[in-house]
Nanobody, 128 residues
Framework: HVQLVESGGGSVQAGGSLRLSCAVS????????RAWFRQAPGKEREGIAG???????TYAHSVQGRFTISKDIPTNTLYLQMNNLKPEDTAMYYC???????????????????????WGRGTQVTVS
């Protein structure tokens, strides 16, 4: 079965960096999309970065230029390098996996939480 396991969260001061990892196993298809979401207390889960099987990436405006999503194919690990962290980045961070979705005229990265079938349990990031 499919498993996603996050690691790398922690507490850091504003301006600091963290690198999150997500080990993916058992996905039934060889090509798929992966993404990072986060959810702060009392707020909805939001997508912050995604990567397609061809390496194309997308970012939320709130993290553009500070966060970098990447993947290591041999180990099937997803990463999120987070630099210049801010207190508003404090949240539980989740990785997720799904097939591409059809947008009417092209295939693309799913951008809604409900489009993702598989989720990790999350890792907490706290910025003070």
């Amino acid at each position: 079965h499919v498993q996603l396991v996050e690691s790398g969260g922690g507490s850091v001061q504003a301006g600091g960096s963290l690198r999150l990892s997500c080990a993916v196993s058992g996905y039934p298809y060889s090509t798929y999309c992966r993404a990072w979401f986060r959810q702060a207390p009392g707020k909805e889960r939001e997508g912050i970065a995604g990567i397609r099987s061809d390496g194309t990436t997308t970012y939320a405006h709130s993290v553009q230029g500070r966060f970098t999503i990447s993947k290591d194919i041999p180990t099937n690990t997803l990463y999120l390098q987070m630099n210049n962290l801010k207190p508003e980045d404090t949240a539980m961070y989740y990785c997720a996996a799904a097939n591409e979705v059809w947008y009417g005229d092209h295939w693309g990265l799913p951008n809604r939480p409900q489009d993702y079938t598989y989720w990790g349990r999350g890792t907490q990031v706290t910025v003070s």
